[in-house]
């Protein structure tokens, strides 16, 4: 470790300046060739180049970086950490952070991973992955809000720029977030898969939604993704199909079609029989997302994989009407 410094770097109390330290070496200008007259008897010398001044004493940085507060944006999914110096972001570790919704029997959640694209600095944005995303958002108690997002670290999270660990804040210290920015982006349906065997209709979003807000009302079926040509749809209803028994928050919404609709949509010739004549729409009020954001409407969006209708009908019980001479078959 070694400084240099100018002579108006401090003064004396008489007013003296520093006298900067040189070298013993003596400069001498470099002869300009023969035949040149020499313009003074011997050697100029020339100003003698400053040296740096060693340290003395060198005391390394041994402070372990702390956690000085944090904001976290579901819009953007990125959590920032700003420390108290700066720390090495080649050593950060995603796992060693833990959202709780309060310092006491808390909701909580532990990285799986994420990444920074900052340089070495106090301040580190962390992307987070769409697991733990999704996970948070899953978990409707913790980072809903201000009052129940808070954050633990580990010493591993982090080290500063000297190697130095992170000082840990244990779970019942945890600190709460600062700045809290909630999702305000609306779900998208990513594909969707429909059995027409089992009668299961799977939709996959791209973020967790609320199952409790799912209206299968709002959901048609096509023969075609040109909507103004299409002359073959159904729609399902709620008093037929609901989400299946087990299906909870998630990015993967699964609906079992109703014995009415699926016989329904059997009814129609050419719609969901193959991939070709397998199309969905989706309207706004479809479902939400934890936060209530409506859903981005869906127009003539083709199915990822249909699995057709290969169970045999199964005749159940049949009636005789002799009066009327009727005989009346009842099917699977």
Same mark, same amino acid.
């Given at each position: 470790a070694f400084i240099s410094y100018s002579r108006n770097f401090i003064f004396d109390m008489n007013g003296n300046v520093i006298v900067p330290r040189q070298s013993n070496r003596t400069t001498?200008?470099?002869s300009s060739g023969s035949g040149t007259a020499d313009s003074g008897s011997g050697s100029e010398e020339l100003p003698q180049p400053e040296l740096p001044l060693q340290v003395a004493v060198f005391t390394q940085d041994t402070l372990r970086p702390t956690l000085q507060f944090f904001n976290l944006d579901l819009n953007t999914g990125h959590l920032i950490?700003?420390?108290?110096?700066?720390?090495?972001?080649?050593?950060?570790n995603p796992t060693g952070i833990m959202f709780q919704s309060n310092q006491s029997d808390a909701v909580l959640h532990q990285l799986s991973g994420g990444y920074s694209n900052n340089s070495d600095?106090?301040?580190?944005?962390?992307?987070?992955?769409?697991t733990d995303l999704n996970r948070v958002k899953q978990l409707n108690r913790l980072a809903s809000d201000e009052n129940n997002t808070f954050l633990a670290v580990l010493s591993s999270l982090i080290k500063d720029m000297n190697n130095n660990s992170l000082v840990e804040i244990d779970s019942d210290a945890a600190v709460q977030v600062t700045n809290y920015t909630a999702d305000?982006?609306?779900p998208t349906l990513v594909s969707y898969n429909l059995d027409m065997d089992s009668a299961v209709?799977?939709?996959t979003f791209d973020e967790t939604v609320l199952l409790s807000s799912l209206n299968v009302s709002k959901i048609t079926i096509h023969s075609s993704a040109s909507l103004s040509l299409s002359n073959s749809s159904y729609s399902l209803t709620v008093t037929s199909s609901r989400a299946e028994k087990g299906t909870k928050d998630s990015t993967v919404v699964s609906v079992a079609v109703g014995w009415n609709d699926a016989n329904e949509l059997k009814k129609i010739v050419n719609l969901a029989t193959n991939r070709f004549n397998t199309f969905i729409t989706l309207a706004e009020a479809t479902i939400t997302d @934890?936060?209530?954001?409506? +859903?981005? =409407?869906?127009?003539? @969006?083709?199915?990822?994989? +249909?699995? =057709?209708?290969?169970?045999?009908?199964?005749?159940?019980?049949?009636?005789?009407?002799?009066?009327?001479?009727?005989l009346t078959f009842y099917f699977s």
């Open positions: 001498t200008p470099s950490l700003t420390f108290d110096e700066t720390v090495r972001v080649s050593t950060l600095g106090t301040v580190v944005v962390l992307k987070l992955t769409i305000e982006t609306k209709l799977e939709l @934890m936060q209530r954001n409506t +859903l981005t =409407p869906v127009k003539g @969006m083709n199915v990822a994989n +249909l699995s =057709p209708d290969e169970t045999s009908p199964e005749l159940r019980y049949f009636d005789i009407d002799m009066d009327h001479r009727i």
